[in-house]
């Protein structure tokens, strides 16, 4: 068991997930240090390490109450789950129910305009780029190396993949995945739910719940 947490001194943080992106997230937390991961909740922890980075995987989501009880206030989604951003919205909403607040991370490596918006418990990865006036909802990952230009609107738990380049003036609907190394033209309008694919370059809106692959994108035969 860990120390009663409140008694440390720190601003405990659980992670929800114990997967390769807890792995990245739990770093840039750690080098930020504006929160402290403490305690990893997975839904399979006997497939987990016992921890990652020392923090330990101490159960799964029906952990939760006990960590709160030790002392845990934030909670952050580490679960990046590519094509499926129905599961982070569930996570983060239940965990938010649970009594957490969600936690904002930004790697020290990334550049965030002092006229961006980020919404709670989003996550800002090693690299990327959130230029002016653009707004980000809530646990939103802009991941590794992602670019995202001036003004685009950026709806909750969306997905953008490492190296995407999104151009500004750009919407991007709730929900939706922006897949690693895909770009987006200037001023589009990406619907809800859509997932845009590996190496897709989008040059006009798309519908919601829409997959959309290639160069220029097109949405994907059922
Ligand atoms: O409901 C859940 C749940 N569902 C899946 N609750 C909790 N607490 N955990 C859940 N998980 C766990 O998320 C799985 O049991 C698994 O341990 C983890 C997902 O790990 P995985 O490594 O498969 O994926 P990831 O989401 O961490 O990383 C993917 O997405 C990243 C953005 C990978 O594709 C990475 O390569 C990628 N960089």
Do not use: W, Y
């Amino acid at each position: 068991m860990v120390e009663h947490l409140d008694e440390v001194g720190v601003t405990a943080c659980v992670v929800i997930g114990g997967g390769g992106h807890a792995l990245v997230v739990i770093e840039a937390m750690q080098l930020e240090g504006r929160f402290s991961p403490v305690a990893i909740v997975d839904a399979d922890p006997a497939s987990c390490p016992p921890d990652i980075l020392g923090v330990p995987v101490r159960g799964d989501d029906s952990t939760l109450p006990a960590l709160i009880e030790e002392g845990a206030t934030h909670f952050v989604v580490a679960v990046g789950a590519i094509g499926r951003p129905q599961v982070r919205r569930g996570l983060f909403e239940s965990a938010f129910a649970a009594g957490l607040t969600p936690a904002t991370v930004t790697h020290p490596g990334a550049i965030v305009s002092a006229h961006a918006t980020v919404g709670a418990g989003s996550q800002i990865l090693a690299g990327a780029v959130v230029n002016a006036r653009t707004r980000l909802g809530s646990n939103v990952i802009v991941n590794t190396g992602a670019v995202l230009e001036h003004d685009c609107q950026i709806g909750d738990h969306v997905h953008i993949a490492p190296g995407s380049a999104v151009a500004g003036g750009v919407a991007i609907g709730a929900g939706s995945h922006v897949g690693i190394g895909s770009s987006v033209k200037e001023g589009v309008t990406i619907g809800a739910s859509v997932v845009v694919g590996a190496g897709a370059v989008v040059v006009s809106d798309v519908d919601d719940g829409l997959v959309v692959t290639g160069v220029p994108a097109r949405p994907r035969k059922s």
